[in-house]
């Protein structure tokens, strides 16, 4: 078993006891550096960096090999990676490119049967009268037709 699969196995068996954790980039480059970065159905703490950090090093054979651990959690600003992270994001205004280029940004009601849902608002003419009014309509798009979601921050 080379050095990946083995901290690959290590990373797996200590998020096996996290069900709520999960993996969502595990790299390992030439110098030996061990780069993971979890996020988590509630977010992820310090906590949990640090625990799956020590859980990954006292398996590892420093004596045998030299090696630098970094764990940390999705970024905010991160596209996303995982299926999973449509459903923990629910109810957060997101940005949808898909592979046509074209971009499309609403409130992520989340995911069912392989498709995205996001609510829109648009203002339309009223059918009767002047002025207009607000619309909200419900989106859906395929995981397959998906290039890159992210999250739109607010303040």
């Given amino acids: 078993m080379n050095f990946k699969d083995q901290v690959k196995e290590l ?9 709520e954790l999960f993996l969502t980039d595990l790299s390992v480059g030439t110098d030996n550096t061990i780069r993971v970065t979890i996020d988590g159905d509630k ?37 996303f990676v995982m299926e999973r992270q449509y459903a923990k994001n629910a109810g957060r205004t997101v940005q949808i490119t898909t592979l046509d ?21 648009t203002r339309e003419p009223k059918p009767v009268g002047k002025g207009k009014i607000t619309v909200k309509k419900e989106h859906l798009f395929a995981l397959t037709d998906i290039k890159e979601t992210k999250i739109i921050i607010k303040f």
């Fill in 43 to 79: 977010g992820v703490g310090i906590d949990d960096c640090i625990e799956l950090s020590r859980a990954i090093e006292n398996s590892l054979d420093r004596e045998a090999m030299d090696f630098a651990l970094e764990v940390t959690s999705f970024g905010a600003t991160e596209p």
């Fill in 101 to 121: 280029g074209k971009t499309h940004e609403g409130l992520l009601k989340g995911i069912a049967e392989g498709n995205v849902i996001i609510e829109t608002e």
């Fill in 11 to 19: 990373v797996n068996k200590a998020l096996s006891e996290h069900p």
